[in-house]
């Protein structure tokens, strides 16, 4: 069982910033990956931003050159830096681990980002 809790979203203003994190109860480095993903209003969830556990990154095409994944091992913990935010990017933002060798991912409640025009 693995527990995640994001925290940082809020209202912005376009072209403003927001760092997003997401702490999990256990060891990130026993997870095959871990993401974000996001959802707008009557849209499906879609992929944001992933790392996996060798450090390998993925962006979406929306987001890339404007937001950027990492993670402190230390702190059990992801963070999504988001810059020059767009009121397109307004979702609510999830949290995703895959824990190795397990049959199922873990999400996290979600964060709600607002991003005014």
């Known amino acids: 069982q693995v527990q995640l809790v994001e925290s940082g979203g809020g209202l912005v203003q376009a072209g403003g910033s927001l760092r997003l994190s997401c702490v999990a109860s256990?060891?990130?480095?026993?997870?095959?990956?871990m993401a974000w993903y996001r959802q707008a209003p009557g849209k499906q969830r879609e992929s944001v931003a992933v790392i996996t556990s060798g450090g390998s990154l993925n962006y979406a095409d929306s987001v890339k050159g404007r937001f950027t994944i990492s993670r402190d091992n230390a702190k059990n913990t992801v963070y999504l830096q988001m810059n020059s935010l767009k009121p397109e990017d307004t979702a609510v933002y999830y949290c995703?681990?895959?824990?190795?060798?397990?049959?199922?991912?873990?999400w996290g409640q979600g964060t709600q980002v607002t991003v005014s025009s």
């Open positions: 995703k681990a895959d824990p190795r060798g397990s049959l199922r991912a873990y």
């Open positions: 256990g060891s990130i480095l026993s997870m095959n990956y």
